[in-house]
């Protein structure tokens, strides 16, 4: 595709990808989680599951803002090819593709994004934010990115590159849209194990307590409300099927073997 004012598409998806891998690094421990755990260092264990998880919201961000620049890019191509326009939201969009915008923010409880956005908020920057508040918001935040990226990638159309590279701009934003699709299948798989009703931050995560905690359990406290959905259910978002019912489909062995499974697990996002 040729570049426009609104940008190039193929390379805002691009950056979409690659920072998809990053943000599929940040889903597992890393090594300063794990040697704080070892030398019980309570205070470093914590500060690292944050420092991680901002860096999770932080990737999400830079998804969230190329997956729009791409969008907004796509339909600025879009009129340049047709002589009838759409109707265009304030946003820069397309009014049918701010309502998906829209939507993936409402049901993935962050809809106050693309505000966030405008004011050039640092999502999860506020080094005041609880863990406990934290985690859930970049699970949210991530959800919401991951399915955003997929949204830009499938509205990539190889054949209406026309850069000069001509076949290989079309194989290359063929390969482009296609590679970020399968990196965002990946990290969708990872996301829904995280537990979003668990009793404690590190729990939701699939990690183990703070050194010196009681064991938190990956169940909701007995008797305790239970609000929400357990799982984000974003690989069956992305694959336009019910999230509620690949939920009630995840076997209970599943459940209590997760934290063993993330805590040891660790690279298993890659890029194509």
Do not use: F, H
């Not at 796509?74 to 009014?95: F, H, N, Q, V, Y």
């Not at 049918?96 to 409880?109: A, G, S």
């Amino acid at each position: 595709m040729s570049s426009t004012r609104n940008g190039n598409p193929v390379a805002s998806v691009d950056n979409v990808r690659r920072s998809l891998v990053l943000l599929g690094a940040l889903l597992y421990p890393l090594s300063d989680e794990r040697a704080a755990l070892d030398a019980g260092d309570t205070d470093s264990y914590v500060a690292a599951v944050e420092a991680r998880m901002r860096g999770v919201c932080a990737q999400s961000q830079a998804i969230l803002e190329n997956s729009l620049k791409a969008l907004a890019g796509d339909a600025g191509e879009t009129r340049s090819r047709r002589t009838r326009r759409k109707p265009r939201s304030p946003g820069g969009l397309p009014e049918d593709v701010r309502e998906e915008v829209d939507r993936i923010l409402v049901e993935c409880d962050v809809p106050d994004a693309l505000g966030w956005l405008g004011q050039g908020t640092s999502i999860g920057g506020d080094p005041r934010t609880p863990l406990e508040e934290l985690v859930p918001l970049a699970a949210r935040v991530a959800a919401a990115a991951v399915r955003l990226s997929a949204t830009a990638a499938a509205r990539i159309d190889p054949s209406t590159a026309t850069a000069n590279g001509g076949d290989a701009d079309t194989e290359r934003a063929a390969a482009v849209a296609g590679g970020t699709v399968r990196t965002a299948q990946r990290i969708a798989r990872v996301l829904d194990e995280w537990n979003m009703l668990a009793d404690s931050p590190t729990a939701i995560i699939g990690c183990p307590p703070p050194p010196g905690s009681a064991p938190a359990g990956s169940e909701p406290r007995p008797g305790g409300e239970q609000t929400g959905r357990r799982s984000l259910g974003v690989a069956a978002a992305l694959a336009g099927g019910d999230s509620s019912a690949a939920e009630a489909g995840r076997s209970g062995a599943l459940r209590r073997t997760r934290t063993g499974t993330v805590w040891s697990a660790g690279g298993a996002v890659q890029r194509d």
